[in-house]
Structures are given as C-alpha cells and as structure tokens.
C-alpha cells in the first residue's frame, strides 16, 4: 500500500558529499516517522537518522555532524544529506516509514540505495 523509493546514491571520494531522497507514494490515510537505516556486508542493519512529522529529528553518534535528514511534507519525501563521507559510511542505505493505512500503522521500506566511499 506505501511505496518508498531511494535515489540519489553512488560512488564519492572520501570527505565527499552525497545526498539520498526517498519518495513515499500509494495508498495511505498518513506517513508519521521517516528515516534512514543502513547495511553494511557483514552487519546488521543499524540506524543512521529519523524524522517525526513535526520535525523532530534523531541521530546516530556516527554520523551527528556530518550527515543531515529532513522532509517534505508536502511532497512526502525525506532526503539525508551526507557529508564528510568515510569509507566506514559504505554500506545500502534503505528508507522508511511509518504509514497509517486501511491496514492499520506499520513500518513500510524502500529497495535501498548503494552508498560507496573510495579512500
């Protein structure tokens, strides 16, 4: 019923910048929380950043700094900016939300993107 789909990933330098969006279409009475999650080789998938509807927003300690997440209500779109990139940023980045459907709320996740940082 919701449908999130990443762009704007790919290969930087390190110490580069990349910004991801993500676009949650379908059918949905509302979209609360939006973040950012991601997936190294090997790792589990961890947190990077989220966005409450209203704005509030939560970091990881390993990215606070360098990496910014906001939203476009209007467009329900959530984007992460990246910068400062490290090679340990490597890894898929996948989206989510959290929808209200006809369903009920549940968490809704995107195909994820690749992130790559050469050193």
């Known amino acids: 019923q919701v449908q999130l789909v990443e762009s704007g990933g790919g290969l930087v330098q390190a110490g580069g910048s990349l910004r991801l969006s993500c676009a949650a279409s379908?059918?949905?009475?509302?979209?609360?929380?939006m973040g950012w999650y991601r997936q190294a080789p090997g790792k589990q998938r961890e947190l990077v950043a989220t966005?409450?509807?209203?704005?509030?927003?939560n970091y990881a300690d390993s990215v606070k700094g360098r990496f910014t997440i906001s939203r476009d209500n209007a467009k329900n779109t959530v984007y992460l900016q990246m910068n400062s990139l490290k090679p340990e940023d490597i890894a898929v980045y996948y989206c989510?939300?959290?929808?209200?459907?006809?369903?009920?709320?549940?968490?809704?996740w995107g195909q994820g993107t690749q992130v790559t940082v050469s050193s």
């Open positions: 379908g059918r949905y009475f509302s979209i609360n929380a």
């Open positions: 989510n939300c959290n929808a209200e459907t006809l369903s009920g709320r549940r968490p809704y």
């Open positions: 966005i409450t509807s209203d704005g509030s927003t």
